[in-house]
């Protein structure tokens, strides 16, 4: 071999390995002030010098060459900031060869910045010294807690806030202030509008130091543990009304509480609001330093409560609950028949503090309420495992003899105030869904497969839904994208569902980037289509929960980014699992079915495969074993048998095969391409006729087609049920026959009138013990039996 | 895994041996001592008046001895009758004729004369299902748990336990089996009586003799066609015993206890035979059917049962040793008053004060759940003032370790723990009980800021008490036991057995929560405890009635309850009122058992009238002192640790020895789990690591069950905070214990660490008493003795070397009594 090839297959492999996903761990610092310049280090994994910052930071961000230190930067900047950037959250990404790297915000403020010092800061003795104004850029390493010293004139009016899950961090951070004798003066937790983050308005009681502690609120150990903690003489607002306001058009928001000496208003242009995003950012009037709030943008009109006691169906009505114990009554104008979607949003907006109840009224009637009791279903998850409340939601159909509603608004423990606003929508509407993309980017090798994950709220819809992708570039394609229909479609309000689409970029794609928007069609009942934009999260912040614990920690969310998805396709992946068998199957309900597939790889290094798991998010009521981790090597190929249970619904679903694999020193979850799953009844009745006229006394047929897939082996025996009095049928004994025939006939006196009968097949097939064999059966098909006098034909 | 600390030497062993404690003796058997001789007899009643023929009646006859002592002479004395109105029957005075006449009584050459009535009852009703069958049936045992009582009943026929539903029973027994349990021809054909007398065959054996009178009680109401009577009129209202009080000289002593129903119409019976009587205490005393026997020195309580009524006999067998004289001690307040007085009674010499060491080491213990600093006791030792103790008491009680103690406490009893509320929720409700400590929140605020709570469980986290109680009944049943000290979880599904609290009572208590509701909120691991608007009853599960709320006890200034309105503000009105017998008094005696080891009632959280208080005025005055001090539990413990009973020394005396419930003397008590974490980490200078929590934070401030020194705090008793019992915590020693204090990590690696408190005294230069005295002072918050002081010597500058020995020294500190013992 020349050293010429030598080095040419260095670096080819230094490319095949530096192509993964690159991944940014933490950014120093978390934020600066406006106005300053400052170098920002960027640190992570799978960073090569090819890496481009992507962000909407104002001012110049250059490129700097970083010293070659063992434990340095990945990646350095310049920064300069105008003195006249906004205030707020700027996010800040990489995009490399090996695709888009996920997003870290960064926070630009008012005062001047300081980084906390070495640790240990844990107590008022080692406290770190401040001069104020100014905004600390620190980190809680677990059960951390960092103090901070500052002097305060008597009198003298501070706000102390902190930064942290607002901008993607997972510490939830809890604010305390100390006067010099380290007794508590003050506490915060969760402030309001500002979520998990804290806030606390001080006066110094007297001139003097005073300390300030940040800590997280489950001292817990975390990856994303950055802080901003603010000290300084800013305007806060404690709410604004209204929450929302319709694209396009200007509104007015009047701000109250916190350090507004009276209710402030200030317009909101949401002129240039871009199509599908429902989230902008709004502004507190006033000295700056706090960070914007999210202010909801929708597609509707909108109206203002203003002593409104009567809703118009389509349009939002900005409401509030002004007082303790006040309860909100509208009148809604509806048909007997009419199908509605009523829907308030509160307390999931951030921006009030309302528990609202929703509660419809037909007179003295109740109808239907939501907000208070949960059914011991899934129904109110947010993501599984969470026990994260929605906002109200109900589905009515409107009784005989109703053509007014009465809908009312209250909160669940009877409190009020200036913001505990809500935004309430009554519309006519078909069976409808949304839509949630948990991936807040993707990047999709060449040659290979990426996978978006896609969750489903239900709101009256139970049928199946197709994923689809627009924005593709020329060599990406989709593959899956399938949620099943409910099995049980009683349920169908607020059930959460998932769906994987996968993204397949050809081997000649171009590397390029590119934005993506993913959407969900579904076929109503009445046969007319409906499409729904998957929203895109902006930002996962993984929070870690501990294990044993009640329900499981959100990840921090940006939904107010952007309403599209960043897609790369990116360098090829050094290693892909490659299935040994077809990407479509069908599978015979009850029946088992031996998925293969291998590990491809351009470095023959990358073979340590561990754990297998098959991910199969839009299934449902249908069990998957052996759960054990570990697949079978058959000699050629890893086998992992997918087993279908009797009881569950026919459907089509996806599932996709991940495996670890340890590549370039770090573990990598490897992703089969998708498999989209058919499965199907055994066999099914299509009888000739769904009605059958006999006369009293006369004999007749029962008959018609026995469906059955090829790959169902048993005879298939049909019999008749729910026979009226005076009517009896022969069952013939199994066959393999594809058609049947039942014998019946009817005495002289059965029962005249229109009975329903149920024709039901039925088998066996082998079970899963040796030599077993256990009932299969389908469901069964009514037919209308019309008994008629023996006189009449 | 290695440590550095080595394994004990023997040396090291020896000397654990000898710094031991002499084990208490907690109770010693005395011999029976004969009474003085008898100078008259007294018959209790004093009078015997039978309701007519038929009636049987017990008599008590006591000897009086010129002491004073009464003795039961009933067993040894000789009656003279009067024949024509009664006569014995099965060992009772039994009435054969309407009359008068007189019963002539001897015994030991003595004599008394008892009157005998006999009333003509030839009009009176005759046996009725509630007031003689019920009685029969109890008694029988038919209605017990293990036969036809129980859940299911036995064999296709259940009756209600204990007979607690005459009704449920009355259909039971004459509606099951379409009535075929009666022959009312034949009587005596009938099940219910050829089943207990075996003619046919019966699960339960043999119950009654065709012979019997509870034969011939059960074959007249048949007779008589089975009448139920009158739920109201038949049933008894009260039970009396005599004597109401036994006090015996000495063990070996026997009273006969003789119990008299008394029925709304004035009427009495005597249900001796038919009454259930038990000691609370089967050490010191012997009950067989309606005798009492003494066996040692102590006090028992008898619990008296008789168709859903109680009577309780305070029985005392008092220390017979000849030669007592009260030697007063001096009295700080108004407890060692009322304590003193009742040891004056029953002969016990309290012990003297503890010394200022002890009181030292014992008072921050257990106000501060920590051991004094070395520093601390030196300068309290050396301090002359006379009013060290109080100042001391008052220093601990304004200090943050207080508040870190009183936060544990209370977190256990109201099980803060993240399995139930989540991390954030867990450190929340944490946060709000320590504030509530922090600030001395009145005991009734506190009450009522948990049972009122409402809305999120982050915003207001006093809501998480529903986080853990989330339904209704187990609401209640938390409630009542934590603030009252009652425990009704047995009511629940019959009347309580050993108390009077009714099924009915049970779920009128719990219809006060029947509207509340917790579900999700909107953040991770939040909830919200909200009033339901619909689906707010609760249902009676006998009949599914809905039942509405009633206090438990009347109270006089209670409000009158509005369902409309949160039924809770009204239930917190009453339990928090100055008038509720409960409210006050559990959490009094609760706190007294904290500091003395035992309540005045105990268990304290079963306050029932089967388990009296052993100083009834005491835990009075307790309950009077909180109330009238605002329900300042700080003010309470402050009374309570400057008593001198309180500071007594935990040394007995021959005439206290055997005590165990009157507080003559302090009874040690190990430490808690996390005590003796913290004292071993201060002892010996170490830095303990706690999983997720900060790196200051002692085991006492462990927020939860679920972080803490692996396995260490589970091993040595900490509660897991699953239930609002005190019992959850343990407190005594096991062998599993004993072995890890001995080669377990924990004090190993404490011993050995690299900047513990050996290493930093043998780096220091200390000289060999420094070191000694430092390690006394640090383990057991004294000086040693001479003679300590001279073995340790000789250890230390033995051949080993210093180090090892003062980690021998050290180490046999940590595993001595004195250091694991709070006494």
Redesign the interface.
Known sequence: MTVLRLLLAVLFSAVALSAAEPVLTRVDPVGAQRGTAFRLDLYGNNISDAAVLRTTLPGSVTPLIAARAMKGPALSFLVELPADAAIGLYPLRLEAPGGLSNLILFSVGEFPDVSETDEPNDTPETAQSLDLPTTVNGRLKGSDRDVYRFNASAGEQLVLEVEARRAGSAVDPVLRILDAQGDQLAVNNDAPTLGLDARIAFRAPSAGVYYAVVHDARFSKQDADSYRLKIGDFDFAEGFFPLGGPRGKTVSVDWFGGSLKRPTSSPVDLSQVEEGLAWTTIHTPGRPGALPSTFVVSDHEEELENGRRRLTPGRVLNGRIGDSGEVDRYQLAVEPGQSWRLSLDAATLGSSQLYPLLSVFHKDELLARSGDEIPEKRTTSLEENTLVSRDPFILLDVPDGVNELTLVVEDLVDRGGPNFGYRLLADQGRPDFTLSLSTPEVSIPVGGVAHLNVSAVRRGFSGPIKLFAEGLPDGVTTEGGHLSALFNTKDSVGVAGAATLALRAAKNADLRAFPLTVWGEAVLPDGGKIRRRASAPGLVTPVRSRPGIRGRELPARADWLSAELPARVAAAHPARIVLDGPAQVRIVKGTEYPLRWKLESSDPSIKALTKFRLVTPGARETTFSPRDPEAEWDGAAYVKYLRTTMGGPAQTFDAVLTAQARIAGVNETLASPMITIQVVDGFSLAPAHESVTVSQGAEFDLIGKIDRDSAFPNPIGVSVGDLPKGVSCNAPSPTMSSTFRLDCQTEPDAEIGIHEILLTAASTMAGRGEGKNVPYQVDPVAVALALVEADQP | MTHAMKLPTMKSLALVALLAFVPISWAAEVEPVAPAPIQSLVAEPAALDFTGPRDRRNVLVFGVAEDGERVDLTGEAEFQLPSQVIAVSAGQFEATAPGLGEITIRAQGVSAVLSVSVADASSAPGPNFVRDIMPVLNKQGCTSGPCHGSAKGKNGFKLSLRGYDPNYDYKALLFDLSGRRFNRADPARSLMLAKPTQQVAHGGGLRLEPDSRDYQTIHSWISANAPFGDIESDAVVALETSPSEIFMHSPGRKQRVLVTARYPDGTTRDVTAKAHIAGSNTETVNVAGNVVTGLRLGESTLLIRYEGKFATVPVTVRNPRPGFQWSALPQNNYIDELIDAKLKRLKIQPSSLASDAEFFRRVSLDLTGRLPRTDEVREFLADSSSDKRSAKIDQLLASDAYVDYWTLKWGDLLRSN????????M??FR?WIRQSVASNKPYDVFVRELLTA???S??NPAANFYRVARQPKEAMETATQLFLGVRMVCAQCHDHPFERWTQDQYYQMAAFFSAV?V????????E????????NQIEHPGDGRIVEPKYLVAVADAPVVDPQKDRREFLVDWLTSEENPFFAMAVSNRVFSYFLGRGIIDPVDDIRASNPPVNPELLAALTDDFTRNGFDLRSLMRTIVNSRVYQASFETNVWNESDSINFSHFMPRRLGAEQLADAVAMAAGADFEIA?????FTAVQSPDP?SGLDGFLDLFGRPQRETACECERKTEMSLPQTMNLVNGPTLGDAVGSADGRVAKLILSGASDREIIEDLYLATLSREPTAAEFDLALTHLTGPGGRTPAAQDLLWALLNSNGFLFNR
Do not use: M, N, T
Request: no cysteine.
């Open positions: 993240r399995k139930f509320l989540s991390d954030k929720g450190w929340e946060e409402k809305g999120s982050y915003a509701g579900r999700p909120g909107f953040q991770s691991g939040e919200i405890v909200y009033l339901k608007r619909a689906d997720d929590v900060p790196d200051d679920h």
